[in-house]
């Protein structure tokens, strides 16, 4: 910015002072906590809450179902056709053909079913490509939204001694958003798990070793093929188990490394906000050089050391700033921009 600038003026409005910027705000928190007790009163159980309402989470379910219906019906369709040149362990043709489908899909790779011809092994490769991008792209956000869902259910059981009020529960979930979905997917993680041993002990006749040795291969999509759903029930288990499994882990790392780096911001946020301001800090501060520090200088030189911003970025704001300043006032007005 130019030296012309007057010290006096901020670079930004300071709305500390600002008697209509309270005022609107106090109204924002007013109409905000009018919409949460509106989502608790008994007038508003018939309407919808506008979460439900949202078009982006509304019909997720609705399109993983279609997309996984497609894929599936259209790879089975093609690996009964050509059943004959899968090699392997065989129980029932439709059945075969959907189970290897989804150990393509999520790329388990068993080996207990392989293909054998060229024309079999160009579909496998087709679908496993795409069933890769519909694990990614479909069911992924499937289960992100299954536990976003469910979010509420683990505050709750976080709380169960305390009275919370349903609106202090959805500040709860808010709060700690990333939290509870790590701990959500943990639960489920580990039911999947159990419930993944427990039927192939019963059903596939493994022991407890094998049976959980099964089961780490398969969610980690390792699979070695030495052991594998074999019977006609286990496989149609598998379709299943083996789709939502290996979602869920890949859900639980992507959580645990969310709920890491929030740690990591809020240690940072932490010690920005708590450090003494120094001598240098106001140098550093000063974009104008005026020797005097304003709200919108000192916002800025905390958001760089909070890492939200970099030196980069002023820069360039500072450089778009100074083309509009065209009278070099230090402050943009109507006859700069005319």
Same mark, same amino acid.
């Given at each position: 910015?130019?030296?012309?600038?007057?010290?006096?003026?901020?670079?930004?409005?300071?709305?500390?002072?600002?008697?209509?910027?309270?005022?609107?705000?106090?109204?924002?928190?007013?109409? @905000?906590? @009018?919409? =949460?007790?509106?989502?608790?009163?008994?007038?508003?159980?018939?309407?919808?809450?506008?979460? &439900?309402?949202?078009?982006? !989470?509304?019909?997720?379910?609705? =399109?993983?179902?279609?997309?996984?219906?497609?894929?599936?019906?259209?790879?089975?369709?093609?690996?009964?056709?050509?059943?004959?040149?899968?090699?392997?362990?065989?129980?029932?043709?439709?059945?075969?053909?959907?189970?290897?489908?989804?150990?393509?899909?999520?790329?388990?790779?068993?080996?207990?079913?392989?293909?054998?011809?060229?024309? %079999?092994?160009? &579909?496998?490769?087709?679908?496993?490509?795409?069933?890769?991008?519909?694990?990614?792209?479909?069911?992924?956000?499937?289960?992100?939204?299954?536990?976003?869902?469910? /979010?509420?259910?683990?505050?709750?059981?976080?709380?169960? @001694?305390?009275?919370?009020?349903?609106?202090?529960?959805?500040?709860?979930?808010?709060?700690? !958003?990333?939290?509870? !979905?790590?701990?959500? *997917?943990?639960?489920?993680?580990? &039911?999947?798990?159990?419930?993944? #041993?427990?039927?192939?002990?019963?059903?596939?006749?493994?022991?407890? +070793?094998? *049976?959980?040795?099964?089961?780490?291969?398969? +969610?980690?999509?390792?699979?070695?093929?030495? /052991?594998?759903?074999?019977?006609?029930?286990?496989?149609?288990?598998?379709?299943? $188990? +083996?789709?939502?499994? #290996?979602?869920?882990?890949? =859900?639980?790392?992507?959580?645990?490394?969310?709920?890491?780096?929030?740690?990591?911001?809020?240690?940072?946020?932490? $010690?920005?906000?708590?450090?003494?301001?120094?001598?240098?800090?106001?140098? %550093?501060?000063?974009?104008?050089?005026?020797?005097?520090?304003?709200? *919108?200088?000192?916002?800025?030189?905390?958001?760089?050391?909070?890492?939200? +911003?970099? /030196?980069?970025?002023?820069?360039?704001?500072?450089?778009?700033?100074?083309?509009?300043?065209?009278?070099?006032?230090? #402050?943009?007005? /109507?006859?700069?921009?005319?």
């Amino acid at each position: 910015m130019a030296e012309k600038d007057d010290p006096k003026t901020p670079l930004l409005e300071n709305p500390i002072n600002d008697p209509a910027t309270k005022h609107n705000e106090q109204n924002n928190v007013l109409a @905000r906590r @009018r919409f =949460q007790r509106t989502k608790t009163t008994p007038g508003s159980q018939n309407k919808p809450s506008p979460e &439900l309402q949202s078009p982006t !989470k509304k019909p997720i379910l609705l =399109q993983v179902f279609v997309a996984l219906t497609i894929y599936l019906g259209a790879g089975t369709l093609s690996f009964v056709l050509i059943i004959g040149q899968l090699e392997g362990k065989k129980t029932n043709k439709i059945v075969d053909a959907l189970y290897f489908c989804v150990v393509t899909m999520t790329t388990v790779g068993y080996g207990d079913l392989v293909p054998a011809t060229t024309l %079999a092994k160009l &579909l496998a490769c087709l679908f496993v490509f795409s069933g890769m991008i519909i694990v990614g792209m479909v069911l992924s956000k499937a289960a992100d939204y299954i536990v976003e869902k469910n /979010e509420a259910l683990v505050a709750k059981a976080f709380h169960l @001694r305390d009275k919370v009020t349903p609106v202090e529960l959805l500040k709860e979930v808010e709060t700690n !958003k990333t939290v509870y !979905k790590f701990t959500m *997917a943990s639960i489920v993680l580990v &039911l999947l798990m159990s419930f993944g #041993t427990l039927f192939l002990m019963g059903h596939e006749e493994m022991s407890f +070793i094998d *049976a959980f040795y099964c089961v780490c291969a398969t +969610i980690t999509t390792l699979g070695y093929g030495d /052991e594998s759903f074999g019977t006609v029930k286990g496989r149609v288990f598998g379709v299943f $188990w +083996i789709l939502s499994s #290996t979602i869920c882990l890949g =859900q639980f790392f992507f959580y645990l490394t969310e709920v890491y780096t929030e740690r990591t911001q809020r240690y940072l946020l932490k $010690w920005v906000l708590s450090r003494k301001f120094t001598l240098d800090d106001i140098e %550093a501060a000063d974009l104008d050089h005026d020797n005097v520090v304003s709200a *919108a200088e000192f916002i800025i030189l905390k958001l760089k050391e909070m890492e939200k +911003i970099t /030196e980069e970025d002023v820069s360039v704001l500072m450089e778009c700033f100074r083309n509009l300043d065209v009278d070099d006032s230090g #402050t943009l007005t /109507e006859a700069d921009i005319i």
